[in-house]
């Protein structure tokens, strides 16, 4: 009688190349899907922490408008990231908010700045374009129009925000203008 060697094959523990090949072609496709959100989800982080910052600078400057019993002044910093305002309604790079000691409207060095907001975010902020700064009185009013400043992303994947500013000196947060139509990015 003929014996026939039996040869026992014992699998070897361990991933095929195709195994390999189909997981991490799952894995790529799965963590390309998740990336768009993730942007998404940071652009609006940034601008949700922007209108934060405005809406308490500007409950600050009024604040102090009542506290000190003088004009307070909140204005657009300038490009040049110096201690002065810009002469525009975009407030991108920042703001300032100070003590307007001699009521020229003008920052000079008799006035004390209280704060100075730096933003390095790429987010445009604009107010509008009849209001190039907000000031607000001792009563803490804030005379003038109201004012809309509209947060925007660049590249326009987020919806914008707004926060408006009413003659009374608060502010209030919106996803529209006052008159109820869409907020537009400069």
């Known amino acids: 009688?003929?014996?026939?060697?039996?040869?026992?094959k014992v699998r070897q523990p361990g991933f095929s190349l195709?195994?390999?090949?189909?997981?991490?072609?799952?894995?790529?496709?799965?963590?390309?899907?998740?990336?768009?959100?993730?942007?998404?989800?940071?652009?609006?982080?940034?601008?949700?922490t922007a209108v934060d910052s405005f809406s308490h600078s500007l409950q600050l400057a009024r604040s102090e408008a009542i506290k000190n019993r003088q004009k307070i002044i909140m204005c657009p910093l300038?490009?040049?990231?110096?201690?002065s305002c810009a002469n525009n309604s975009i407030w991108n790079h920042g703001w300032l908010i100070y003590i307007?000691?001699?009521?020229?409207?003008?920052?000079?060095?008799?006035?004390?700045?209280?704060?100075?907001?730096h933003l390095s975010a790429n987010i445009n902020i604009t107010s509008s374009a009849s209001r190039k700064r907000v000031i607000y009185r001792s009563i803490g009013m804030s005379p003038g129009s109201n004012t809309t400043v509209t947060f925007?992303?660049?590249?326009?994947?987020?919806?914008?925000?707004?926060?408006i500013l009413s003659n009374t000196g608060r502010p209030r947060f919106s996803k529209t203008k006052p008159s109820g139509s869409d907020l537009i990015c400069l």
């Open 100 to 117: 307007d000691s001699n009521s020229n409207k003008k920052l000079d060095d008799k006035d004390i700045i209280l704060k100075r907001v």
């Open 1 to 8: 009688m003929l014996f026939k060697n039996k040869v026992n």
């Open 152 to 163: 925007c992303d660049p590249q326009a994947n987020i919806s914008p925000s707004a926060v």
């Open 18 to 48: 195709i195994e390999l090949l189909v997981t991490m072609s799952i894995i790529t496709t799965t963590a390309s899907m998740s990336v768009s959100p993730l942007n998404h989800l940071y652009q609006q982080s940034k601008i949700d």
């Open 78 to 83: 300038s490009k040049s990231f110096g201690n």
